[in-house]
């Protein structure tokens, strides 16, 4: 393992930063509790498996040399976490959908007393030619 808070404490610090962020970033992706579009939460994703993946690199695989510190890429989990933060107050916000209403009950027919005539329809008139 590289990291060597005594030694190298900005890389350190940068390793465990990167890791940090791309944790957040994967976990925002993952979940769906913000209303994220599905584009969004790929971005998230992507995004975050590159960080992590780049902080294990350099936390367990690095060998020494020269890395490229990208200060600038921790701007780019605070503003999703901004964004997820933003959609999902928004999205409390929003009213819930009225639910419909029920039908009004339709009159039922009088009920006929017992032994009275049922009614027929009326005869057609005979028809002469």
């Known amino acids: 393992m590289n990291l060597d808070f005594g030694a190298e404490p900005l890389f350190s610090w940068y390793v465990v930063l990167l890791f940090i ?15 994220l579009s599905k584009g969004w939460r790929a971005f998230n994703v992507i995004a975050g ?9 350099l936390g367990f695989i690095f060998q020494g040399g020269t890395y490229i510190v ?6 780019l989990p605070v503003m999703v976490i901004v964004n997820f933060f933003r ?3 928004r999205r409390k916000a929003t009213p819930a959908p009225q639910p419909m209403a029920a039908p009004a009950p ?24």
């Open 21 to 35: 962020s791309g944790a957040a970033m994967l976990i925002l992706g993952v979940i769906n509790a913000s209303g």
């Open 106 to 129: 339709q009159p039922m027919a009088a009920p006929q007393p017992m032994g009275a005539p049922v009614p027929q329809p009326a005869p057609a008139p005979e028809r002469t030619v």
């Open 70 to 75: 990208f200060f600038k890429a921790f701007i």
């Open 87 to 89: 959609s999902l107050s």
């Open 49 to 57: 498996l590159g960080f992590m993946g780049y902080g294990i690199y």
